[in-house]
């Protein structure tokens, strides 16, 4: 059996095994609690210089205060009206793209499969400047639709490669039989490889919407000010505002830490391995 | 109903060439089976009936029509796969169905269909199940099922029967003979299995090397064999050959010793193969032959000798007499039933 219990091994082992997790999880998990445990100290702490020391109290108005006196709500709302169009986007796009290039043998498929993976490998830094001209040029510039369409100009590479490779490993001979019972190819793609393709999308989904909303890059390029800036600009534009307030901007990451983990969770019961079992043999 | 017709149809791969030119005619109403050894492109050419490969050139009718550039989805086929293909995410109902409801039959007619077939095939109390909880000969029978409920002009099988244990294959091999009697449509049924080719065909068509070796009724093609290949394929065990020499009005061979014979004999000297089955062989007394290995099943015995040539034969005997390995025995056999063929393989006549 692979692999094999940690009961079943060595003394040493076992030893290293007890002492190593341990450390392991702290040294992972370290900087996301000192930033939850900054997000809870009082301001003055921080002016005293006690940055990873016990907290002299708990301070949860650090919450209060930027709900109240920020417009962290509006960066929220905004990143998730760039997030959710382009998870929507992104995944259904590829769908289409990686049915194509996985059940039709056309002449450039391995071609045009090999642009949507080389698009990855462009650094997207380099983009920079003519992307931000194009959305000007475009007049999409500081809109979320703006940033969402590059989004998913930018994701559906990454996306078609994933959506192209689980589709061609589901049993080729389901679509052939629902070619031979008369499907069209449309309701082949909709009633036959969609529902199969469930934990893909639900993998995926959750992928793309945490890539999106923990962009920095793109939302700080393509987006300024309060109305259409996500939350992850919007952080730092915080950070400007209270130089020293480091509590307020930990409490604001951790909030803005909190989607990505609750897709993560809605999705979960989607992924079911075994779903095509009993389809061939 | 409707019978098909292939003319000169050929398949290519990019340059190899796979199918070479195949004629034959299914007349309506026939259980047709493609046997060949794997590779012979018996499945290549029911997937070309079935319109999942293009034909390269040549044409396919399906009745009257034309069907060779038409989808599968209008060829009016329906084809069961060796590996089901049962859509994993319905039900045993949702997937016999689905192609009904997919191509805009009103519900009533679905429900009527899918439970008349359910009735032909006992699969009433597995309808509501998921492929998963069925055990493989359940799954064949939806997958059959799936075909029935769409009432096609062709059944095309892909052998069906070759991923189910021995058990359920005779029993399956029954249930698919007993469905041909019932509906009474054409059936092209792809096998290397010669045993299932013997009992469930009409029709026998022999491929090799994607070229149509014979076809014909299954005991015309055990009884008489074009060719030494039809021969050696049709039948179990397979028939005994002999290599042996052209003299005047017999055969001389190391294996059987001379083998007199009333066919047209090539030039003297010419190569010949006898062929001879193994129930046509009798042992006697003598020491020519050497007993290998004896195989009991109870009701026949396999006796397999080896010749004075090293060739290999296989005595078939309906006794239980066991013959130690390492004895010597003799052989003899009525001339009458020893068949002869040239050095291309074809039968002399």
Same mark, same amino acid.
Do not use: K
């Given at each position: 059996m692979f692999p094999r219990p940690i009961q079943k091994s060595s003394p040493v082992a076992q030893w290293v095994y007890t002492i190593a997790l341990?450390?392991?999880?702290?040294?992972w998990l370290f900087p996301l609690l000192g930033v939850a445990l900054t997000s809870l100290r009082p301001a003055s702490d921080l002016a005293q210089g006690n940055y990873f020391g016990m907290p002299s109290g708990i301070a949860w108005e650090n919450y209060v205060f930027i709900f109240t006196k920020t417009p962290i709500g509006k960066y929220m709302v905004n990143s998730l009206w760039v997030t959710i169009p382009t998870v929507i986007g992104a995944v259904s796009l590829s769908l289409m793209t990686g049915f194509a290039l996985a059940v039709y043998g056309f002449r450039a498929n391995i071609l045009v499969f090999f642009m949507f993976v080389a698009g990855n490998f462009v650094p997207f830094q380099i983009l920079m400047v003519p992307v931000r001209d194009m959305t000007l040029n475009l007049g999409?510039?500081?809109?979320?639709?703006?940033?969402?369409?590059?989004?998913?100009?930018?994701?559906?590479?990454?996306?078609t490669l994933f959506m192209r490779n689980f589709i061609k490993a589901l049993p080729f001979e389901l679509i052939e039989a629902a070619r031979v019972e008369g499907v069209s190819e449309w309701r082949i793609f909709w009633y036959i490889v969609l529902p199969l393709m469930r934990p893909a999308i639900a993998a995926l989904s959750v992928l793309v919407f945490t890539f999106?909303?923990?962009?920095?890059?793109?939302a700080t390029v393509l987006t300024q000010g309060v109305d259409s800036q996500p939350i992850t600009a919007g952080l730092s534009s915080l950070?400007?505002?209270?130089?020293?307030?480091?509590?307020?901007?930990s409490a604001g990451s951790i909030l803005a830490a909190l989607p990505p983990v609750a897709m993560f969770f809605l999705m979960q019961k989607h992924f079911i391995a075994g779903l095509t079992l009993g389809a061939v043999k | 109903m409707t019978g098909v017709t292939l003319e000169g149809v050929v398949k290519r791969f990019g340059d190899v060439q796979v199918i070479h030119g195949v004629n034959l005619?299914? %007349?309506?109403g026939e259980f047709c089976v493609f046997v060949g050894p794997s590779g012979c492109g018996k499945s290549t050419l029911l997937r070309m009936i079935a319109g999942l490969e293009e034909t390269s050139s040549g044409s396919i009718r399906i009745?009257?029509?034309?069907?060779?550039?038409?989808?599968?989805? %209008?060829?009016?086929?329906? +084809? $069961?796969?060796?590996?089901?293909?049962?859509y994993p995410h319905m039900t045993v109902a949702e997937n016999m169905g689905f192609g009904l409801k997919m191509t805009g039959h009103p519900r009533a007619e679905i429900d009527r269909k899918v439970a008349e077939a359910a009735r032909i095939l006992k699969l009433e109390p597995l309808l509501d199940r998921k492929p998963k909880a069925l055990s493989g000969g359940q799954r064949q029978r939806v997958a059959i099922g799936r075909?029935? $409920? /769409?009432g096609p002009e062709v059944f095309l099988f892909d052998e069906p029967l070759?991923?189910?244990?021995?058990?359920? /294959?005779? %029993? +399956?091999?029954?249930?698919?003979? /007993?469905?041909? /009697? %019932?509906?009474g449509a054409t059936m092209i049924y792809v096998t290397h299995d010669q045993v299932e080719a013997m009992t469930l065909a009409d029709k026998i068509v022999v491929l090799r090397a994607g070229r149509i070796e014979q076809v014909g009724k299954p005991l015309d093609l055990y009884n008489n064999p074009d060719n030494r290949f039809v021969a050696g394929f049709i039948g179990s065990p397979a028939m005994n050959f002999v290599a042996g020499v052209a003299e005047a009005g017999s055969v001389a061979t190391r294996g059987l010793g001379q083998v007199a014979t009333s066919v047209a004999l090539p030039a003297k000297g010419a190569e010949v193969t006898v062929g001879l089955r193994p129930q046509h062989l009798k042992i006697g007394p003598g020491d020519t032959h050497r007993v290998e290995l004896t195989e009991a099943l109870g009701g026949v015995s396999y006796v397999h000798l080896s010749a004075p040539s090293g060739e290999k034969l296989i005595v078939e005997r309906h006794d239980q007499v066991s013959l130690e390995p390492g004895a010597m025995v003799g052989l003899s056999f009525d001339v009458r039933d020893a068949m002869l063929f040239d050095k291309d393989g074809l039968r002399l006549r």
């Open positions: 341990p450390v392991a999880l702290i040294l999409m510039y500081n809109t979320w639709y703006g940033l969402a369409l590059f989004h998913i100009a930018f994701q559906t590479g990454f996306c999106i909303w923990n962009d920095f890059f793109w950070n400007g505002q209270w130089i020293a307030q480091w509590h307020l901007v | 005619t299914v %007349e309506d009745g009257a029509r034309d069907v060779t550039y038409i989808d599968p989805s %209008e060829r009016g086929v329906a +084809m $069961v796969f060796q590996t089901y293909a049962l075909a029935i $409920v /769409r070759s991923n189910l244990d021995a058990e359920l /294959r005779v %029993e +399956m091999r029954v249930e698919i003979a /007993r469905l041909h /009697r %019932e509906i």
